[in-house]
Structures are given as C-alpha cells and as structure tokens.
C-alpha cells in the first residue's frame, strides 16, 4: 500500500508570519521596479510632460523622438557593436586568466600559498595610481587599442577571493581520480574541476561583462578615437553635451525635448542588454554567491 502523506497543521502564527512575508516582498519588488519603469515612462514621454512632473509609470504625450535621435546616429550602433566586442572579449580574458591564479591558489601544497595569498590581498588595499597606471600604459604602446581597454579591468582580487574559496572546496577525490586516470594538471582543471564550478564561473561570467558594458573610465582615459569608443561612453558624452548646452534661446524645441529625457533613454538603453541575459544565468548566480562567498 501506498503511504499517505502527512499534512502538518499550519500554526496562526506561521500564518500570520506567510501573509508579513509576502507583504514584504510584494513591497520590496514594487520598491526595485518603480525607479527602471519610471525611467522606461520618461524615455518615452515629452519634454513638457517631464518638466511638470506628470510622468509616473506610464509615459505621457508619448514620443520617440529621442530614440530615433540616438540611433539614427552611426556613432551608437558602432558603439554597442564596440562594447559587445569588448565584453565578450574582456569576459573570455578575465575567466581565463583568474582561473589560471586562483586555481593554483587553492591547493594547500603550494609552496608560499599563504604568502601569495596575502600578496594577491595587498592589492585589494594598495594600488599603483592613476598617473602611474597611465604612464605603464602609454610605455606599452596600448592607447587606442582594445587591450588597452581590457587590460585595466582584467584581474579584480574580490573576483579571486571567491573563485579560490570555490575551487578549494572541490572534492580532491576526483582529482587524483583524475591523476590515477593520467590526466595532467590542466587536463584535471579542464575536464574535472572547471565542469564542477560552473556556478561560480557563470557568476563571474555576469560579474565582468557588467563590468566591460558598463564601463566608461577605461574609455575616458585611454580612447582617443571615436570610433572605438564604447556605448557607455559614448552615451555619456551625449549626455554631457546635452545638459551644458551653450543657450537655451538658441536651442530648438526638439533638442530642448532630447535633453529632457536623454539621460533616461540612455539609461534604458544600457540597461536593456543586462536584464535580458541575467534571467539566463541568475539561478547560477545566486549558487555562486552563496557557495563561493562561504565554503573555505
């Protein structure tokens, strides 16, 4: 015979405690949507509407007038076509080379591990300088060149930290599985470990290309041709020149409207790509933040 399940009785305190919760959380996602709908509604409501505070979640006299501004122009879609570029690029660099430093880290054997370790944590705390940072890149002929974009963001010792938490908790069973097998070093990181530590590998993997996407500094300091600006930055001087523009008597209305709500189609528009891949990795995201942050 079948066993019949046990329903266990809800206490009215468990019950009151379910109906707080879900109040709770109903608030905190209204909280966390209101700011990106409101900005969704000004991208796409008048200048007029927006000065006057009638813009709430819904747009108002609505336009699109700054979309098509923005990418009308072929400065935009080159742009988001150097960001991806950068992105995947910087990501792919980033994995790889953190992996090859956090991995020989982890293991208790290695001579120095320790102090290495302590060495790659000074860094956290202490850094070269900006001015000093400049003058390595300029010795290194990288300006205007997509390593010179890259190489900056490539290591973030945060990054490191985790990864190396992650990879030390990994079964040294199937390692020297792995040895007795003949697998080489590589071979058992390739074919044992990295398989094992997809979920924080897909965090970091969401980690840097945020990072890449978003980032203008880079850009700022060492881009000097236009067209191989990234979309960040490219944005960001739109939207400079839009908030300091010469005189307003001078200005047309169509431009007064672009400066309106210039700031919240960019932002629309920077966010868009982000929110649609997160979906896709938040399951590994949230597993590798709890695991990575705490196994030691």
């Given amino acids: 015979m079948a066993e019949k399940s046990v329903k266990v009785k809800e206490t009215t305190g468990y019950k009151v405690f379910k109906v707080f919760n879900t109040l709770i959380m109903i608030l905190i996602c209204a909280a966390t949507l209101y700011p990106f709908l409101y900005l969704v509604a000004q991208s796409f409501s008048s200048e007029q509407a927006i000065m006057q505070g009638k813009v709430t979640l819904f747009p108002v006299d609505f336009n699109i007038q700054t979309y098509k501004s923005v990418l009308e122009k072929g400065e935009f879609v080159n742009s988001y076509k150097n960001t991806l570029i950068y992105a995947v690029i910087g990501t792919i660099s980033s994995i790889v080379v953190s992996c090859m430093l956090a991995y020989p880290l982890s293991k208790d054997h290695l001579k120095c591990n320790k102090f290495l370790m302590k060495f790659v944590i000074f860094t956290m705390y202490f850094g070269g300088g900006l001015i000093p940072n400049y003058v390595l890149m300029q010795r290194l002929h990288l300006p205007n060149t997509i390593a010179g974009f890259i190489m900056p963001s490539l290591i973030s010792t945060y ?40 979920p924080i590998i897909a965090t970091m993997i969401l980690f840097n290309a945020v990072g890449y996407w978003n980032n203008w500094y880079n850009a700022f300091l060492y881009l000097d041709k236009k067209e191989m600006w990234p979309v960040a930055y490219y944005l960001r001087t739109i939207i400079s020149g839009a908030s300091t523009s010469a005189d307003p008597g001078e200005v047309s209305a169509e431009k007064l409207q672009i400066a309106a709500n210039i700031k919240s189609c960019s932002m629309v528009m920077m966010a868009l790509p982000i929110i649609c891949v997160y979906p896709f990795v938040q399951k590994y995201y949230v597993q590798g933040m709890m695991l990575g942050g705490v196994k030691e």
Avoid: N
């Fill in 159 to 198: 990054y490191i930290i985790l990864m190396r938490s992650f990879f030390h908790e990994t079964p040294k069973e199937l390692e020297e599985a792995g040895e007795l097998d003949g697998l080489s070093p590589i071979g058992i990181f390739v074919k044992i470990v990295f398989p094992l530590s997809m």
